[in-house]
């Protein structure tokens, strides 16, 4: 079943107001290193990066 030309404005709607999207960058040697990492643990690499940045910022706030 495709998805209406209407669900798809809803969705892009519901994900502006939402989501903003981060743009990171890194060196082809890091990227592989988080590539090979994800795939060994089952992550995907966005989920492993919001987790990675959100125990970052509670040890932080913990300090």
């Not at 994800?38 to 990066?49: E, L, M, Q, R, V």
């Amino acid at each position: 079943m495709s998805v209406s030309d209407a669900q798809k404005r809803a969705n892009k709607k519901y994900f502006d107001a939402n989501y903003k999207q981060v743009k990171l960058s890194m060196s082809n040697s890091e990227a592989e290193a988080l590539e090979t990492h994800c795939k060994k643990n089952n992550y995907s690499k966005a989920g492993f990066i919001r987790e990675a940045i959100k125990e970052k910022m509670e040890r932080d706030n913990n300090m």
